[in-house]
């Protein structure tokens, strides 16, 4: 088991200085022509391609470091870049580990692969979960699947929305129905292959922030994918919907308590991709304040600048810590007795809005135009107190775990 320590390691240095020579040269010039144009920037993910960044494997390498920090680094750095470019080249990382923590062997090898392509012909993923009225309220999901016996295939129905590459997807993983008695552990997972009859791309949302990255609804009507399209195959789905059902007869809290332990150890990460974006706009208010001159001096000079940077800096490092901590504990199999993984995502996140705001008002009028970077910023770190679980269901996860009751 790996000691906690504040301290990265040589190789983890090599890693993070590597990537943020990336965002810096190739993500950060980028930014504001792939923002203005609301289009995924297959060009800067065709660049991540060519040098590994976009790839399985180094994903995979970050997944496992034995300090957890491998993946929170990886994000900060990215997000510092840009937002809603980096969101492109992590978003196929949803569908990917969908597979990986409930695909077979054979699905893992099969699908991954054509999530990413290769430098010369990149590919995306989707995630389709989130539905119109069951974003965070999972237990409302209607997308249905159901299983034609005679043919061995699954038909889907149903419509998904806010999929991060949604519709333009090589390939597609379906979080669907299959028992509706059971709440959330009636759900299932399946892979829509490329050129699947019956899917498409519904309405794609032009958005207020992250908008490098394509978000869009998922419409599946009459969807069939062969059995063998099942996350984890049918066998292993039977016995545990048996064993749901089984539960469920004695009480549910257990069945909640698993589904919120997972949750909890994937939230840091997006507290991470907070603090890259916090980090950024930090950096340039800082050096705006230092350069900017107001009555002969530079307006860093005055407390009233100065406090707020103090602030601003205190914040950062506060929520990093968070989410060093909660993803330490994650990798380490620490239980989230007090949801650390809820508190640093719900921390890292306002923090982020409240930073990036900051900035806009040191660089004051120039601040609110897009000649520079913290007005995209700004609209960039909404996103963070909205996905993965909004703020308030941040903490209300918090406030039952501390108390123990089920407060609604």
């Not at 050129?195 to 599946?220: D, N, Y």
Request: hydrophobic share 40%; glycine share 10%.
């Amino acid at each position: 088991m790996a000691e906690f320590s504040f301290e990265l390691d040589d190789d983890q240095k090599a890693v993070r200085d590597w990537i943020h020579g990336f965002a810096a040269d190739v993500m950060r010039p980028a930014a504001a022509e792939w923002d203005e144009r609301e289009e995924t920037p297959w060009p800067i993910i065709q660049e991540a391609a060519k040098i590994g960044l976009y790839s399985l494997d180094f994903y995979a390498q970050q997944y496992f470091d034995p300090t957890g920090l491998g993946i929170p680094m990886t994000m900060e750095e990215l997000f510092w870049g840009d937002a809603g470019i980096a969101l492109s080249i992590v978003g196929t990382g949803l569908a990917a580990v969908g597979v990986l923590a409930n695909g077979t062997e054979e699905q893992i090898g099969t699908w991954i692969p054509q999530m990413y392509g290769d430098a010369d012909d990149v590919k995306v993923a989707a995630f389709c979960s989130s539905e119109p009225d069951a974003g965070s309220d999972v237990g409302s999901m209607r997308t249905r699947a159901v299983y034609d016996e005679a043919k061995d295939e699954w038909v889907l129905n149903g419509t998904k929305t806010w999929a991060t590459n949604g519709g333009i997807a090589n390939v597609h993983v379906v979080v669907a129905v299959v028992d509706p008695e059971i709440g959330s552990k009636g759900h299932a997972s399946f892979i829509v292959p490329p050129g699947t009859p019956g899917l498409s791309q519904g309405q794609k949302f032009k958005k207020h922030g992250i908008r490098a990255s394509h978000t869009a609804e998922v419409v599946l009507d009459q969807v069939r994918v062969p059995g063998n399209c099942l996350l984890g195959g049918k066998e292993k789905l039977d016995e545990r919907l048996a064993r749901a059902r089984e539960k469920a007869k004695g009480g549910g809290e257990r069945l909640k308590n698993a589904a919120m332990a997972t949750f909890e150890a994937s939230r840091p990460a997006v507290g991470a991709m907070a603090v890259g974006t916090a980090r950024a706009a930090y950096e340039v208010a800082l050096d705006y304040a230092k350069t900017r001159h107001q009555f002969g001096r530079p307006i860093i000079d005055n407390q009233g600048v100065a406090f707020q940077l103090a602030d601003m800096r205190t914040r950062i490092d506060a929520a990093r810590l968070m989410v060093w901590r909660a993803s330490w504990m994650a990798v380490t199999g620490k239980p989230f007795d007090s949801a650390e993984g809820s508190m640093s995502k719900l921390f890292a996140s306002e923090t982020a809005k409240q930073v990036t705001a900051q900035a806009v008002q040191i660089l004051g009028g120039n601040g609110f135009t897009r000649e520079y970077p913290v007005e995209r910023m700004h609209r960039d770190a909404a996103i963070y107190t909205i996905f993965e679980g909004t703020s308030e269901i941040q903490r209300l996860v918090i406030a039952r775990t501390l108390s123990g009751v089920q407060i609604r």
